[in-house]
């Protein structure tokens, strides 16, 4: 396989990987996935999505937080909109 650290494309589909899975409840697995990355990957997932974490050297706990957030909040966002197509 190609080495650990994905590129901006890659990490934006990671994210959307993710966030299915989330979406299909499987947030155990989310997590796992998201343990399992790099600290690289991690913050280059984090400033895609637009929020670059504040500190130089941000902790990959607070870079999984972070993600782990936008993906529930996106996941809300997105329940309220089917709720609003049916």
Known sequence: SKSANL??????????ELR???KNG???EVRKKLSAMSAT????????LGMPPSSK???R???FELIIG???QSLR????????TL
């Open 70 to 72: 936008r993906i529930k």
């Open 7 to 16: 590129s901006a494309e890659n990490v934006l589909e990671a994210y959307e």
């Open 26 to 28: 499987n947030e155990e």
């Open 61 to 63: 706990k607070k870079m």
């Open 77 to 84: 966002l997105s329940r309220h909109i089917d709720r609003q």
């Open 41 to 48: 990957d991690l913050n280059l997932m984090c400033c895609e």
């Open 20 to 22: 299915l899975q989330a």
């Open 57 to 59: 050297n941000p902790s």
